[in-house]
C-alpha cells in the first residue's frame, strides 16, 4: 500500500472524528459566552459611549464637506453598536490628541487604531476589521527602490502615526519631519520637502489620484503590514466583547461587505472625463458635419449651374427639373445613410451593454472565486491545527513504545509508524505556513540575531547526519564578520536555511555539503552548496512555485510535498530579500538568499 493511499484514507477519518469533538466544545463555549454576555451588556445600555477618530485618515476617518464624522471606520463603528443597542457619540480631531484623550480616560474607545507590540501594553484590540500596508513613497527619479536606500535620508511622516513608531523604534533615516496627516506627508514631498515619506499605501495612492500629483510614486514591496482594530482602554474587557460581537453581527449579515464595497470599489471606477465627451463628439459628430458640408456645397454649386444657364428657357426648365431630381436623390441618400447611422449606433450601445453585464459577471465571479479562495485558506489554518495535537501524540507514544518493546520486527513498525506521522506533522506546519501567508496572518518578528551563532547551530545538528551518509561538512563563515548581527526573525531565518540544508542532504550521495555567508555592501549573503543531482536551468524559476519539485532522483530519501522553498521565498521577501539557485544537473546546486544588514 502506498504512502499516498494511507494518507488518503487517514486524514478523513481523523478530520471526521475532531469535527465531532470540536462541535461539543463550541457548544460549551457558546453556553459560557452567553452568560458572561448576559452579566456585560445591560452595562451599556443606559450610557453613551465617547468615541474619536483621527479627522485627517480618509477613506478610513475624516470631516466631509458638511463637517461631519464620516468614512469606513466611522459606518462599520456605527453599524456594530447599533447592532447592539448601544448609544454613541463620535468626534473626530487630531491623531495626538485622540490617543491622549483615550490614555486619561476621556473617552471610551478610539474606532480605528493599529495594533503593535508596544500599543498592546497600553490598551486592549478587539478583532481587526482592516489589514493595512504602510510603504515608501518618493519623488520619480529620486534613485529609491527599497528600505535600505532611505537609512540616511530625510523622511516625512504623520506625527503619532504607526510609521512614526516604526521608524523611530528601528532608528531608520537620519532625520524624520514629522507633519500633521498624510496629506500633508504627499503634498510637502510633492513640494520639494524630504526625500520620501512613509504612510499608508491604499490611502495615499486614492490620495495622489484625488489631488492630481503627478511626480510622487510609491516604491518596492509594503515595509510593513499592521491589522487596523477598535481601541480601549487596558482591561476594559466587557466593552471589547459587545464590540467583538456587534462586528460579528455586521461581517455575518453582509452590512459589513456594504460599506467595505462603498469605501473602497470606488477607486476602481473610472471618471468620464472632457476628453472622453471630445473624443465621443468627434467619433460621431465629425462624420455629420462632413455630410453637411457636402451637402451644402452640392446646393451651392447647383445654384450657380441654374443662375449660368440663361439660353432658354425650355432648357432652364430642364435643368431646373434635373437638379431638383438631383436634389430628391441627395436626400433620399442622405436619409438612407442617417438611418445606417442609426443602426449602427443602436448596435453599439447593445454591444456596450452586453459588455457591461459581461464586466460585472466577470468582477461577481472574481468576487467569489477570492471568497472562496479565502474560505479555502481558512479552512485548511483551521484544520492543519485541528490534526496536529493528535499527531504530536501518535509520535510521543511511538518513542515510548521504542523504549519498552525489545523485539525487532515490532520495533521497525514502530519506527515506520513514527517516521510517517513525523512526515505527515511537517507536511501540516507547511500547510499552515502557506495558509497563513495567503491570509496576510504571518506575523515577523525583529530581533537581533548572530548569524556565525545560529548557523553554527545547524551545523552541530546536520554535519552528523552527513557523515553517516558519507559526506563531508563544511562552514565558512567571512572572517572579519564572525560578530555579524542582523535585525530579522530568527526562527523564520532559520526555517530558511533548514529547508536549504535539508534539501541538500537528501539530494546528495557523494561529496561535500557546505555553508557560508558573505556581506555584499548594505545585505549580507547567505548560501548552501551541495555537489548532489542539481537542477536543469529550465526549472531555476518554477522550483519557488508552490508544489513542484526541482530535483526528482530515484535514490533521494524524502521526495518532498513542494512547499517548503514556495515558504522560503515568502519568508525572504516579507525580510526584505531576494532569493535564487544556482546548479549544474549532476554537479550540484547552491541556494542562496540576501538579508539587508542594519548598522
Not at 59 to 86: K, T, W
Not at 391 to 396: F, H, P, Q, S, Y
Request: with cysteine; hydrophobic share 40%; net charge neutral.
Amino acid at each position: 500500500m502506498t504512502e499516498w493511499f494511507r494518507i488518503k484514507f487517514f486524514l478523513p477519518g481523523l478530520f471526521w472524528f475532531f469535527c465531532c469533538i470540536g462541535l461539543s466544545a463550541q457548544v460549551s463555549e457558546n453556553e459560557i459566552e452567553s452568560l458572561l454576555r448576559r452579566s456585560t451588556v445591560e452595562g451599556y445600555k443606559d450610557t453613551v459611549l465617547k468615541i474619536m477618530g483621527d479627522q485627517s485618515y480618509p477613506p478610513y476617518e475624516f470631516l466631509n464637506e458638511q463637517g461631519q464624522p464620516d468614512g469606513f471606520s466611522v459606518e462599520v463603528i456605527r453599524a456594530a453598536l447599533e447592532a447592539m443597542d448601544i448609544e454613541y457619540n463620535i468626534t473626530l480631531g487630531p491623531w495626538s490628541e485622540v490617543m491622549d484623550s483615550l490614555r486619561e480616560g476621556r473617552i471610551d474607545l478610539v474606532m480605528g487604531m493599529y495594533k503593535t507590540d508596544e500599543r498592546d501594553k497600553e490598551f486592549d484590540f478587539s478583532i481587526p476589521h482592516f489589514i493595512s500596508s504602510y510603504a515608501i513613497f518618493a519623488r520619480k527619479g529620486s534613485g529609491i527602490t527599497s528600505i535600505k536606500d532611505i537609512c540616511n535620508k530625510t523622511i516625512l511622516v504623520q506625527r503619532g502615526d504607526l510609521a512614526h513608531d516604526f521608524l523611530k523604534e528601528n532608528k531608520i533615516g537620519k532625520r524624520l519631519i514629522e507633519t500633521r496627516d498624510a496629506k500633508d506627508v504627499l503634498q510637502r514631498l510633492s513640494a520639494g520637502e524630504g526625500d520620501c515619506g512613509i504612510t499608508a499605501r491604499f490611502q495615499s495612492i486614492a490620495q495622489i489620484e484625488h489631488e492630481g500629483i503627478k511626480n510622487i510614486q510609491s516604491i518596492g514591496p509594503p515595509i510593513l503590514q499592521r491589522k487596523y482594530c477598535i481601541a480601549v482602554q487596558e482591561g476594559n474587557y466587557s466593552l471589547l466583547s459587545e464590540l467583538n460581537e456587534g462586528l460579528n453581527i455586521i461581517k455575518t449579515n453582509g452590512i459589513y461587505d456594504e460599506i467595505h464595497d462603498k469605501w473602497f470599489n470606488v477607486y476602481e471606477t473610472r471618471l468620464f472625463t472632457w476628453r472622453d465627451a471630445l473624443g465621443y463628439l468627434l467619433l460621431i459628430g465629425g462624420p455629420l458635419l462632413l455630410i453637411t458640408l457636402i451637402s451644402i456645397g452640392w446646393t451651392y454649386s447647383l445654384r450657380r449651374q441654374v443662375t449660368s444657364k440663361t439660353l432658354s428657357l425650355r432648357e432652364e426648365l430642364h435643368r431646373r427639373e434635373a437638379a431638383q431630381n438631383q436634389l430628391r436623390i441627395n436626400e433620399l441618400e442622405l436619409k438612407f445613410k442617417n438611418d445606417r447611422y442609426e443602426v449602427v449606433n443602436k448596435q453599439l450601445l447593445a454591444q456596450n451593454q452586453q459588455i457591461k453585464s459581461m464586466n460585472e459577471q466577470l468582477v461577481l465571479a472574481k468576487a467569489k472565486a477570492e471568497e472562496n479562495d479565502r474560505l479555502k485558506s481558512a479552512f485548511l489554518a483551521n484544520m492543519s491545527h485541528e490534526i496536529r495535537t493528535p499527531m504530536n501524540g501518535i509520535i510521543g507514544f511511538c518513542d515510548l513504545i521504542q523504549s519498552e518493546v525489545s523485539e525487532v520486527r515490532r520495533l521497525k513498525y514502530v519506527e515506520i509508524i513514527s517516521d510517517n506521522a513525523t512526515r505527515l506533522l511537517n507536511l501540516l506546519n507547511d500547510i499552515l505556513d502557506i495558509s497563513r501567508i495567503e491570509t496576510g496572518q504571518i506575523d515577523i518578528q525583529h530581533e537581533w540575531v548572530g548569524l556565525r551563532k545560529m548557523m553554527e547551530e545547524y551545523r552541530d545538528f546536520y554535519a552528523p547526519l552527513a557523515h553517516e551518509r558519507g559526506l563531508g561538512f563544511r562552514f565558512y563563515p567571512e572572517p572579519q564578520w564572525l560578530d555579524l548581527k542582523v535585525l530579522s526573525d530568527e526562527k523564520r531565518l532559520g526555517q530558511v536555511l533548514n529547508n536549504f540544508l535539508s534539501n541538500a542532504l537528501n539530494n546528495t550521495f557523494k561529496g561535500t555539503i557546505t555553508m557560508g555567508y558573505k556581506v555584499m555592501g548594505d545585505e549580507v549573503k547567505v548560501w548552501v552548496r551541495d555537489t548532489g543531482t542539481g537542477i536543469s536551468k529550465d526549472q531555476h524559476e518554477k522550483i519557488f512555485e508552490r508544489f513542484v519539485q526541482g530535483r526528482n532522483n530515484p535514490k533521494a530519501k524524502q521526495s518532498g510535498t513542494g512547499l517548503g522553498l514556495a515558504i522560503a521565498r515568502s519568508i525572504v521577501l516579507l525580510l526584505g530579500g531576494t532569493i535564487g539557485v544556482e546548479s549544474i544537473p549532476d554537479k550540484g546546486s547552491t541556494f542562496w538568499f540576501t538579508h539587508p544588514i542594519k548598522r
